[in-house]
């Protein structure tokens, strides 16, 4: 997945207060813990793969950067030029 946003706590409380609902009723309807909500809001944790994934489709919200695309392009492999680990390390003599 892509890079969550550093705001992904205001977006998760501002759409579940939009909709009326309460963290019990998000976390029962997202078939999750309470406290899971409450850590998220509170920003203590970030939410795994799964847990971004219902948030998003229960919410209609986004919680990464970017969009769709990411930043894939630029592990693509079809690049010129190419920095390997000897160009970048200097040896001790």
Same mark, same amino acid.
Do not use: C
């Given at each position: 997945?892509?890079?969550?946003?550093?705001?992904?706590?205001?977006?998760?409380?501002?759409?579940? %207060?939009?909709?009326?609902? $309460?963290?019990?009723?998000?976390?029962?309807?997202?078939?999750?813990?309470? $406290? &899971?909500?409450?850590?998220?809001?509170?920003?203590?944790? &970030?939410?795994?793969?799964?847990?971004?994934?219902?948030? %998003?489709?229960? &919410?209609?919200? $986004?919680?990464?950067?970017?969009?769709?695309?990411?930043?894939?392009? %630029?592990? $693509?492999?079809?690049?010129?030029?190419?920095?390997? &680990?000897?160009?970048?390390?200097?040896?001790? %003599?």
């Amino acid at each position: 997945m892509d890079e969550v946003v550093g705001d992904y706590d205001e977006r998760i409380r501002e759409a579940r %207060e939009g909709r009326g609902v $309460s963290q019990e009723e998000l976390a029962d309807t997202l078939n999750e813990k309470t $406290s &899971l909500i409450r850590k998220l809001e509170r920003g203590d944790v &970030l939410p795994s793969d799964d847990i971004q994934r219902k948030l %998003e489709r229960e &919410l209609d919200i $986004s919680l990464t950067e970017g969009g769709a695309g990411g930043d894939d392009e %630029e592990w $693509s492999g079809s690049s010129a030029t190419t920095t390997t &680990l000897g160009d970048v390390v200097k040896r001790k %003599e």
